[in-house]
């Protein structure tokens, strides 16, 4: 007997109910029962990003969502910062220049969230820049951005602020009105445990204005269609019904366990991860960690593609490697989806074992204890 | 006790067998695993599609994958000629609007399909057109157009065949290298027999020389990252696994059924279906009628929101009506999916019981029994 355990930041575990709740007879979508549903599930997605702006749900990955907030955004006359801190930050420069949208990268060391005072002196030196694009939570470093702080400068200046919340959104606070984010982006994937295959964009008053003052240069991710058929609950294309009766199934348990207790259970396990990483002498990579996902450095002497190998092979724990310059350097583990302190003991007890049979000296247990210190603490 | 059926053209219905397969655990998709799926799924959608030409699956709506062919076939200097005979056609025609295509569309009266004769004389009238973009079944009027006798031509020419087979594929004959089509487009939703969130494009060499001598402007749904992904049996964004499980296990059950006999079972439901309509005194709304889905003309005096809501709320039957001018006019009936014979005559008692209820005089039993003689011929 060997189970699979995902601990990759997206596709998560998924909850059987929900699994089963998605596997219910197909129905249609021009029907009253999916516009109650959809309805339904957009007040949830408004609880979800903490807004009362319209919430879009895409057929498509998060970078569906994202490549059409950015190029709704951005018309032509305007020109974007973008942060470029890893991986995910890079495709949003890839997609300003395959939509040739004027833009400036303003490069972060990976591993390093976007600070305020980044911003600020990106800002001040062209006078052009009138949007900033920045990742909260970049999966590919796991760095978090300060985009609360961020958002206080672009809102001063009458700026829009377009935020890629993929493994934010569900897992760390995202307080979109009360922060000033105009437009919100997150996948079925991540925090929402479910199957790929949906993504969701909030988009508010402030970002709509920017959107109808241009021509979207897409089709299928022209976000002004979804939200004409938000009119009648709709969708402008055949959307993805199970996910979407996933998707109300799962957010009305969010609901009930609350954002702010989903917030520091999964603080607790990246938390609890940390100090096992360091009790086992390893180095978390990211110098400002997000709670969402955790990379640790892989020490000298360990082969990161055999680790991860026997991590599945012998143990069943499915994690994520590094991409990009970092491929072969960190090792990624997941906090969010159906996930809990036990399965992470787990995970780090499958990680114990795999460094030691590489040779890599570290006094057995040592982790799990760190990790249970902080659950033990934290459960109190 | 009300059994829901769908009679829709898409979402259809699904063997419940299908669902319980997708709702399996989920798995990651940077893994051997998945990769072993997704090639086995790649020689089946090459089984589906008739070729031996690349097989991309998008996770997104038929429309992300049609848009991906259109704009990745039509660069700029190419000059589409867009078959313009029913809703779906219409949205191709504003594809090439939102992207900047240069085109001509050619207009035929909705109910009829394109004819080599059109396609000629309209090629025939201006040199710059090198492209042709038609829907093999148009679902929003039940027409089907003449895709083999138009790649005689379009291949003479040496120019590009673009065929949004949606309703097409999998439902009636296909034949994408022998007729000579340089890319076919369908969706899960439809005779694929899976809920809607899967898109698949099969695109052919020649295509492949017109894409890679331009640009592409769009990210998401960009061919060239698709078949890239495809060298290790990748995805270029996080893909709906479940669905792709799903694909592949509906595809080894139609090559097992086979594609011929999938065939002729689909046009003896389309055969019974028109014959039951003119035994009930009703029109077949096309003039030529597609095999995968069925419309009727409503008759004088019936109410057809009256109707298609009673067909639901009493009987349980969710069937189409129709769209833009077609609305009120017509309902449509699909043959694709998890749907037999005697599903079929469950949906012609249901419509003969709801236009009695409405006043319309036939004589109750007629169009089952018209249908009943067609099943009798075929199951001999």
Redesign the interface.
Known sequence: MKK?R?F?P?????P?DV??E??????????ASYREMHKELHELLRYLFQTQATCLTF??????AM?GVIVGCCPPGSKALVVQNGKFAE?WV??CN???IDHTALDIEWGHGAKPGDIQKALDADPKLDTVIVVHSETSTAARSDVEGIAKITRDRGMLLLVDGITAVGAIPVKMDAWGIDAYVT?S?KAMML???LAFAAVNDRAWERIDSGK???????LKAYRKSLDTFDAP???????IRGAKFVLEGVKERTLEGIWTETAMLAKATRAAAEAMGLKVFAADPVDSVTAMVVPEGVDEAALRKTM?SKHGF?I?GGQGDLKGKIVRFSHMGYVDAFDTLGVLAALELCLQEQGFRLEMGSGLAAAQRVFTEAMK
Chains 1, 2 share one sequence.
């Open positions: 699979i995902l990759t997206g596709p998560v575990m998924v059987e699994m089963l998605m596997a219910r007879p197909m129905d249609h979508h021009r029907t057929t498509g990955s998060g970078t569906s490549e495709r890839k997609v395959t939509f040739g996948g994937q199957p790929p295959g979207t240069p897409t089709l299928y991710n022209d294309y055949t959307p993805n019904v199970p996910l599945r499915q994520a």
